[in-house]
Structures are given as structure tokens and as C-alpha cells.
């Protein structure tokens, strides 16, 4: 990695260090979340005051940037809170978002992509920017695994037309007895009922997730599960939170600097 322009050499080692640090940090809660299903509290308390103290460094040095690191920081915080309390991700994912700011606040000098300078902003845009890509994926998948099979995709289920919609984007059939075995990180997306009956829902919060889960595994290898369950991946968001950060950092936000062009092209 070449040393970036007009920038002294503490400069530049403080940036490769905390990036270090941060990308060391987020690889290894995603290793944990997708092995254990949870990210050990140690691993942001003991990470996140040196990576603190580092950018704290870097603003001595810099103080320029100081306001823009710090409400950067709490932008952070404030959209770390709303995706945690409204149940839309979980803590770790929240944490992740955090350790980030505190970490890499502002863009790298390595940036190539125009737009605003808040690499966890950017960071949590180029996630969902991935989990739609995923979609996509998701879609294309259903669609290969109906003409394989030859098997209707949603026969004996209840659902609104748009909640089947968006199964179809967001998750996939999985074999029954290979979820309850817990052989892939899947959490159901349907609810059988005792009397047979079966029901497509979008679950939105973390914690209701796991009780589905935990509920299929209670009704166990009775006849009222189907051969084939509707299943959504269970790939932890922080997965595309440590891929987005990686995008943010050399790139920049992916679909702020996508809107901003077509904007351009609109205007021109």
C-alpha cells in the first residue's frame, strides 16, 4: 500500500492500524457469530479503547477533522440505537457499527468514490446495499429450485400476495428435518400450528427469529411439517457489515455515490 499523498509517516501508520485493528476486530465477530450464533461482549470492550485512543491520536495530529470525526461518531451511535431497539438487527451488528466510528470515523485517504466523508455511514449503506444483491440472488434461486423440483413453491401456506413476494427475495426452501437438525444457519419463516395449519410471516426482529426456531423444534418430527419449510439464511448482518467497511474504506458509500450519479445524469 503506497503512503498516501502530503501525508507524514505517524500519519499513515496510525490509519493502517486502526484499520487493522477495526477489520481484525470485525472479521472475528463475524467468525464468531456465524460459528456460535453470538459475539462475546469481550471482543468490543477489549478492541474498542485502543482503537479509540488511536483515532483520539490521529485528531491531535489532525485537528482539522476533529468536529467532523466527532459527530460522525454520534451518527454512529444514534443509528446504532435505532436499528437495536426497533429490533431490526442485533446488538452485535449494533456494537459492530460503533466500533467503527470509534475506529475509522472519517474516510480513508485511499477513498476513491466522491460523496460524504462518514466511513460507518457508509459502512452500514454498502451492507444493505450487499443484503440486496443477496436478494437478488434469493430470487433467482426460488425460481431454479421450482423448475428443479417441479414442486409448487407455496402450496398449503396462508399469506398475503406481498408477503409471498417478499419470502421470495428473502428467503428459500429448505428441507424440515435439516433445519431442525441445525445443520445451516437458517431460521424458519413459517409457523405451524398444532391443528396442521401453516402461516408465512416476515419476522423483523432478531429475538422473534429464534422463538420460531425454537417452536419448530418443539412440534419435532410430527407429521404436521412439510417435506420442504421456507427458511431464511441466517448469514449474520455483520457479515456485510465487515464487507461493507472494507467497500467504505477504499471505495466510499456505494449507493450514495450510485444516487449522486444518477442525479448527475438526470440534471445534466
Not at 43 to 61: D, E, K, S
Not at 173 to 180: A, C, D, F, G, W
Request: hydrophobic content about 55%.
Amino acid at each position: 500500500m503506497a503512503n498516501p499523498p502530503n501525508a507524514p509517516f505517524l500519519s499513515w501508520i496510525l490509519w493502517v492500524t486502526r484499520l487493522s485493528l477495526c477489520l481484525a476486530t470485525l472479521i472475528a465477530a463475524s467468525a464468531f457469530d456465524l460459528t456460535r450464533r453470538e459475539v462475546p461482549d469481550v471482543l468490543w470492550t477489549v478492541m474498542a479503547p485502543p482503537m479509540a485512543l488511536l483515532t483520539a491520536l490521529w485528531l491531535l495530529r489532525n485537528p482539522g477533522y476533529t468536529r467532523l470525526a466527532l459527530l460522525s461518531i454520534l451518527l454512529a451511535a444514534l443509528l446504532a440505537a435505532l436499528i437495536y431497539y426497533t429490533g431490526l438487527m442485533g446488538g452485535a451488528d449494533a456494537k459492530a457499527l460503533v466500533v467503527v466510528a470509534l475506529a475509522c470515523p472519517l474516510n480513508g485517504p485511499w477513498t476513491i468514490l466522491p460523496g460524504h466523508p462518514f466511513t460507518p455511514l457508509a459502512t452500514f449503506s454498502n451492507a444493505l446495499f450487499l443484503s440486496v444483491l443477496m436478494a437478488i440472488c434469493l430470487f433467482v434461486r426460488n425460481l431454479a429450485w421450482k423448475a428443479k423440483t417441479g414442486l409448487p413453491l407455496f402450496e398449503g401456506l396462508q399469506a398475503p400476495l406481498a408477503v409471498k413476494a417478499l419470502v421470495l427475495l428473502t428467503g428459500f426452501k429448505m428441507r424440515s428435518q435439516e433445519v431442525l437438525e441445525g445443520r445451516k444457519h437458517v431460521f424458519p419463516l413459517e409457523v405451524v400450528r398444532k391443528d396442521g395449519s401453516r402461516e408465512l410471516t416476515v419476522a423483523l426482529k432478531i429475538d422473534a427469529l429464534y422463538e420460531r426456531l425454537d417452536e419448530l423444534r418443539e412440534i419435532g418430527d410430527s407429521a404436521l411439517l412439510p417435506d420442504y419449510i421456507w427458511v431464511s439464511p441466517g448469514l449474520p448482518m455483520i457479515v456485510f457489515i465487515t464487507v461493507g467497511f472494507l467497500l467504505a474504506f477504499f471505495l466510499g458509500d456505494l449507493l450514495f455515490s450510485a444516487i449522486l450519479a444518477l442525479i448527475r445524469v438526470l440534471l445534466a
